[in-house]
């Protein structure tokens, strides 16, 4: 049975909660929140059950609990340290996005997880979505050739953002917070990396919101002399229909496949084919793909070398929009 903890309730957890009831070898053992309001309400989860313990202090919980695996999901500025500190204690970690707020953070949090020998997963959870399945299948057959120029969008409402987005000490900013997203998605979708990149970051409409930045533009350099871009933003209507717009396109030497409509459709072209609908495989688990993962049954979607990596890209193109420079990568 794996006792699966939480530190934190903010982002993503529920792409972990939500899976628990489908085992019958997890269980919610335990949460933490220094926010007394979101710990009562966590007690009336579903999920727990009468040993599940709720703790205000996150130390607490490592010290009296027996736990397999943890999902951190805190603010930016609160990870680096809880990510070392349940390393430290021998647990398997589920982390929010980014892993720390800058490099040295992430070469302490490397080193932690490597001393203590537990696995690390981050919550990039568009991996796990069955159009991006759809569109690393079709590139990994070898259907558009090789990938050449690739482009990506995350538009979202602004909404009400929390009182710890709006500064740069306990924010990473948009690039490495919800630019991880696409920019994971189009090195794993397409098999090609980064060598270089430069980036424009801004808040122009919105100073309500602090250090928060409302748009970004990165382009990068492949490692096959190929390009790419993605492009960030908190402009998106609120009475748009969805919260979120998310787009995706890799251009090949043979094909284009396209993901379209918030990453509902996805379309394939080649050379002498039209457009047509793809179709689309089921969406995973990600709770199920890390456990099967640590019982051996197969490789977890997310490496922890890709963790890694994609966290120093995403910090290392804030730095270019910070310095104004192309960076190596």
């Given at each position: 049975?794996?006792?699966?903890?939480?530190?934190g309730?903010?982002?993503?957890?529920?792409?972990?909660?939500?899976?628990?009831?489908?085992?019958?070898?997890?269980?919610?053992?335990?949460?933490a929140?220094?926010?007394?309001?979101?710990?009562?309400?966590?007690?009336?989860?579903?999920?727990?059950?009468?040993?599940?313990?709720?703790?205000?202090?996150?130390?607490?919980?490592?010290?009296?609990?027996?736990?397999?695996i943890?999902?951190?999901?805190?603010?930016?500025?609160?990870?680096?340290?809880?990510?070392?500190?349940?390393?430290q204690?021998?647990i398997?970690?589920?982390?929010?996005?980014?892993?720390?707020?800058?490099?040295?953070?992430l070469?302490?949090?490397?080193?932690?997880v490597?001393?203590?020998?537990?696995?690390?997963?981050?919550?990039?959870?568009?991996r796990?979505?069955?159009t991006?399945?759809?569109?690393?299948e079709?590139?990994?057959?070898?259907?558009i050739?090789?990938?050449?120029?690739?482009?990506?969008?995350?538009?979202?409402?602004?909404?009400?953002?929390?009182?710890?987005?709006?500064?740069?000490?306990?924010?990473?900013?948009?690039?490495?917070?919800?630019?991880?997203?696409?920019?994971?998605?189009?090195?794993?979708?397409?098999?090609?990396?980064?060598?270089?990149?430069?980036?424009?970051?801004?808040?122009?409409?919105?100073?309500?919101?602090?250090?928060?930045?409302?748009n970004?533009?990165?382009?990068?350099?492949?490692?096959?002399?190929?390009?790419?871009?993605?492009?960030?933003?908190?402009?998106?209507s609120?009475?748009?229909p969805?919260?979120?717009?998310?787009?995706?396109?890799?251009?090949?030497?043979?094909?284009?496949?396209?993901?379209?409509?918030?990453?509902?459709d996805?379309?394939?072209m080649?050379?002498?084919?039209?457009?047509?609908?793809?179709?689309?495989?089921?969406?995973?688990?990600?709770?199920?793909?890390?456990?099967?993962?640590?019982?051996?049954?197969?490789?977890?979607?997310?490496?922890?070398?890709?963790?890694?990596?994609?966290?120093?890209?995403?910090l290392k193109?804030?730095?270019?929009?910070?310095?104004q420079?192309?960076?190596?990568?």
């Amino acid at each position: 049975m794996y006792n699966i903890g939480f530190i934190g309730l903010e982002g993503h957890y529920g792409a972990v909660l939500g899976s628990i009831p489908s085992r019958d070898d997890a269980r919610l053992a335990a949460m933490a929140t220094k926010d007394s309001s979101a710990l009562d309400r966590a007690k009336g989860n579903k999920t727990a059950d009468a040993d599940t313990g709720f703790y205000l202090d996150y130390r607490e919980m490592l010290d009296k609990e027996k736990l397999d695996i943890v999902t951190i999901c805190l603010a930016d500025g609160d990870r680096a340290q809880v990510i070392q500190d349940c390393a430290q204690a021998g647990i398997h970690i589920i982390s929010e996005k980014p892993l720390g707020m800058n490099l040295h953070e992430l070469s302490a949090i490397r080193k932690a997880v490597s001393d203590n020998d537990v696995r690390l997963s981050m919550l990039v959870t568009m991996r796990f979505e069955g159009t991006y399945l759809a569109v690393r299948e079709i590139v990994e057959s070898g259907a558009i050739g090789e990938v050449i120029q690739m482009t990506a969008q995350k538009s979202y409402k602004l909404g009400q953002r929390p009182e710890w987005m709006k500064h740069r000490d306990t924010f990473s900013g948009i690039i490495p917070y919800i630019g991880i997203h696409a920019i994971d998605l189009l090195r794993w979708t397409s098999g090609r990396d980064f060598v270089a990149v430069a980036a424009f970051q801004s808040n122009v409409a919105h100073p309500e919101i602090g250090d928060m930045e409302d748009n970004a533009t990165v382009a990068f350099r492949l490692d096959n002399d190929g390009t790419a871009s993605v492009r960030l933003d908190y402009l998106r209507s609120l009475v748009a229909p969805t919260h979120g717009d998310a787009t995706l396109r890799l251009a090949g030497s043979k094909g284009i496949v396209e993901v379209t409509k918030d990453g509902k459709d996805v379309t394939f072209m080649t050379v002498d084919q039209p457009p047509e609908p793809v179709s689309i495989p089921p969406s995973k688990s990600f709770l199920n793909d890390f456990l099967d993962s640590l019982k051996g049954e197969k490789e977890h979607l997310i490496s922890m070398e890709d963790a890694f990596r994609v966290t120093e890209i995403c910090l290392k193109a804030r730095g270019a929009a910070e310095m104004q420079e192309i960076l190596s990568l």
